[in-house]
């Protein structure tokens, strides 16, 4: 069992940048692929990156590659998105999930609440 709890989101203006964390409860952290998703208003929930036990591979969503960042810190059980150059586009509210290793939210077994990012123009 995984508890999630997403922080960092907020307001920023396009361009800017903001980083989300996402802190695990339990001792098997390590043990989990990490997603991260994005659900905007009126849309379906979004791929955005995933990161392996380790750390060392990652993929990313098209629409955010080369602007942000998933890493993972299995010493504080945490996993961080770095968002650069964000755009208006990027408004939404985003989850971070544990579970396999796929761009799939099916195969994500856990889940936190979400945090908001809006971006202005």
């Known amino acids: 069992q995984v508890q999630l709890v997403e922080s960092g989101g907020g307001l920023v203006q396009a361009g800017g940048s903001l980083r989300l964390s996402c802190a695990a409860s339990g001792r098997t952290f390590s043990s989990y692929i990490m997603g991260w998703f994005r659900q905007a208003p009126g849309g379906e929930r979004e791929f955005v990156a995933v990161v392996s036990w380790s750390g060392d591979n990652t993929y990313y969503a098209d629409s955010v590659k080369g602007r942000f960042t998933i890493s993972r810190d299995n010493a504080k059980n945490t996993v961080y998105l770095q968002m650069n150059n964000l755009k208006p586009e990027d408004t939404a509210v985003y989850y971070c999930?544990?579970?396999?290793?796929?761009?799939?939210?099916?195969?994500?077994?856990?889940w936190g609440q979400g945090t908001q990012v809006t971006v202005s123009s």
């Open positions: 999930a544990a579970g396999t290793y796929s761009s799939d939210y099916r195969a994500y077994d856990y």
